[in-house]
């Protein structure tokens, strides 16, 4: 009855007109009705006390409508029924309205007993207010459930399905049933014993049946509300949900929801770390903890992508102090509001000390860390675009070699404990500057280590790309999709390693409670990925498909630019062969070649003099010479001399 009702022209235009009036209007005509339910209900109770049609009695008794009318608008405007906006409503309004009608009945019969009418009875009130309750409320229910389900007359609702109809997915609808933009049309679950059934007035469905269903009903957009399955399983319903020519959006991990910074109706895009099918070790708290736990701890480049998380986590250490220090004023401003909205929630709020300043500067960095007793340094500040350090090589060496150089001077003189840099498997074999670079920072820790005097454990930790960070593919291809393509690929064969950057930051923690010095640790980044087969991944899962020869009717066609300058086809994570286990499976100890520190110095005396000369030729001698591995691409110029050439 309902769906024809919602069918008919009269009533969608019916519909209409009441969405498209102002609220005042809307207060009016509630207004009109709730007179008419009184006066009905009135009628109503002498017709069924009496049992007749228009009873004699109510000659006598009519002076209980006025009375009820002066009773009962003020009590119903007490109770928020002319506030309420009644397609929002909730079924506990209805107890509001059961609260708001018992009054009125009540006070309307305290009126009649002072105006002496002796005919409005018990036998009258008690069907009265009956009356009342189911014209006043149902007219209300029955509006809001109408309204709700039925058209949208600014614009169509996006039709969707839920996958989950578990407490998440029940939640999840509970939340988006008002939404105008999209739908909830049925949920889909594994469990058997439920398929068949309705939740929610919603039939579930089987997932061998999602295919034909998102056909039938046009479904647009598939919301997977599962957020306590496990990483490997979420992976495996996403690879299924793949080929079905829907957007695919989740709810948030169960981390998320439980820390407060989201809510099960925050559905978003597909996570990429759920196209890894790989599930993060849970970490070890012990490891986790013994740099941090009240201790002063820095974190450098605490704005970027990698810094920050680290930031997140220690803050979650209990250390006695973080101090950020970051070179770009608006990433220290960001992240620093960030960590204080953190810190509002926790009941014991580590000091919290933004620094603007660049690892450049030993004096700088060894008054800031004597200044606030730092004990633990996590190096993450570097410049790591490859093409950009390509063609500015010299401030590549600067920022990269000499800003970690002065930085690990500066902890050492100042007694710091733990110094960690954040390598990266660029440094391994480099092509590129980049990575020339930050294999040279793992050779001075290295060296440093050496010293008879040498005060600081300093340790490096090397792993691939992490997924969304600044410099991953991930956010580039995001963006390009929902530009409607095409999506860049630098080559069909080029292979990458990945990691999320919350186990990313975990491990890097762990790590640095490890070693004794020198150490180079390597992360296990599991299988490297395809980036072709990432992209198509991730244009499918936004419910489009490929434009190619084989479908040249597609979506989002991918366009293959070559590889860029000092890029790789594949990525590595050892120099040599040697890898000796640790406590934490997920971290590897590299045995990997080191050189005197009378050497490095000599280098870096010459790289200083070469970066003095503006010589960036003379740099990648030197490099050349010092990284093992290291063949510069023939393409490496510095910007401001192509421009001097031509």
């Not at 509970?174 to 939740?199: C, M, R, T």
Request: hydrophobic share 45%; aromatic share 8%.
């Amino acid at each position: 009855m309902v769906k024809r009702l919602k069918n008919n022209r009269l009533w969608r235009e019916f519909s209409s007109y009441l969405l498209t009036r102002s609220r005042r209007t809307k207060q009016f005509i509630l207004l009109y009705f709730d007179m008419f339910a009184i006066l009905t209900s009135i009628w109503g109770g002498f017709a069924i006390r009496y049992d007749v049609l228009f009873p004699e009695a109510l000659r006598v008794g009519w002076v209980a409508m006025p009375l009820a009318i002066i009773v009962s608008f003020p009590v119903f405007h007490h109770f928020g029924l002319y506030r309420a906006i009644v397609r929002f409503m909730e079924a506990q309004a209805v107890f509001g309205i059961l609260k708001a009608v018992t009054l009125s009945v009540l006070l309307t019969v305290v009126g009649a007993r002072i105006l002496d009418i002796p005919l409005f009875s018990p036998a009258v009130w008690l069907p009265e207010g009956m009356l009342l309750l189911i014209l006043v409320g149902g007219s209300r229910v029955l509006v809001r459930f109408l309204l709700v389900s039925g058209p949208n007359p600014a614009r169509k609702r996006i039709p969707v399905a839920v996958y989950g109809a578990g407490d998440a997915g029940v939640r999840l609808v509970n939340a988006i049933k008002h939404s105008v933009e999209v739908e909830p049309l049925f949920f889909i679950d594994d469990n058997k014993e439920i398929q068949g059934h309705e939740v929610l007035g919603m039939p579930v469905h089987a997932p061998r049946d999602l295919p034909d269903l998102v056909r039938q009903y046009g479904v647009q957009r598939i919301m997977l509300a599962m957020p306590s399955v496990n990483r490997v399983r979420r992976s495996e319903i996403i690879r299924a949900l793949e080929d079905v020519p829907a957007q695919v959006m989740v709810v948030p991990d169960l981390g998320q929801i439980a820390s407060g910074n989201k809510k099960v109706e925050d559905v978003e895009q597909v996570g990429i770390e759920d196209l890894l099918e790989r599930t993060p070790v849970q970490p070890n708290r012990v490891l986790m903890e013994a740099c941090i736990r009240g201790k002063s701890v820095l974190v450098t480049g605490a704005g970027g992508s990698i810094g920050s998380e680290l930031c997140r986590k220690i803050l979650h250490l209990a250390p006695k102090r973080l101090v950020l220090v970051e070179r770009t004023e608006f990433a220290l401003y960001t992240i620093e509001q960030e960590l204080r909205r953190i810190l509002d929630r926790m009941p014991d709020k580590p000091e919290l000390i933004p620094i603007l300043g660049s690892t450049e500067h030993r004096k700088r960095m060894q008054s800031v860390i004597e200044s606030f007793e730092v004990r633990t340094i996590y190096h993450a500040a570097a410049y790591k675009h490859v093409p950009i350090i390509e063609r500015n090589p010299i401030e590549g060496v600067q920022n990269n070699i000499f800003g970690t150089l002065h930085l690990a001077e500066a902890a050492n003189a100042a007694g710091v404990e733990t110094f960690v840099l954040i390598s990266t498997d660029k440094a391994v074999r480099p092509t590129n500057v980049m990575g020339a670079t930050k294999r040279f920072t793992e050779l001075i820790l290295q060296g440093l280590a050496q010293l008879p005097d040498v005060r600081t454990r300093f340790i490096a930790v090397r792993f691939g790309n992490v997924l969304a960070s600044s410099g991953s593919v991930v956010p580039l291809f995001r963006d390009q999709i929902k530009r409607g393509g095409p999506v860049t690929v630098t080559h069909r064969d080029v292979e990458r390693f990945f990691m999320t950057i919350s186990e990313a930051a975990e491990l890097v923690i762990q790590a640095g409670s490890m070693g004794r010095g020198g150490d180079v640790f390597v992360l296990n980044m599991g299988k490297q990925v395809r980036i072709d087969d990432f992209a198509r991944r991730m244009i499918r899962l936004a419910g489009l498909t490929v434009k190619d020869e084989n479908n040249p009717q597609g979506d989002i066609e991918i366009t293959y630019t070559g590889l860029r300058e000092g890029e790789k086809l594949y990525e590595e994570l050892l120099i040599g062969n040697n890898l000796l286990p640790t406590e934490h499976e997920m971290i590897l100890h590299a045995q990997e070649e080191s050189f005197p520190w009378e050497r490095i110095q000599r280098d870096l005396a010459r790289l200083s003099q070469a970066s003095k000369d503006f010589s960036y030729q003379e740099i990648l001698k030197i490099l050349e010479g010092s990284v093992s591995g290291y063949q510069p691409a023939g393409g490496v110029q510095d910007w401001v001399w192509i421009h001097k050439a031509q």
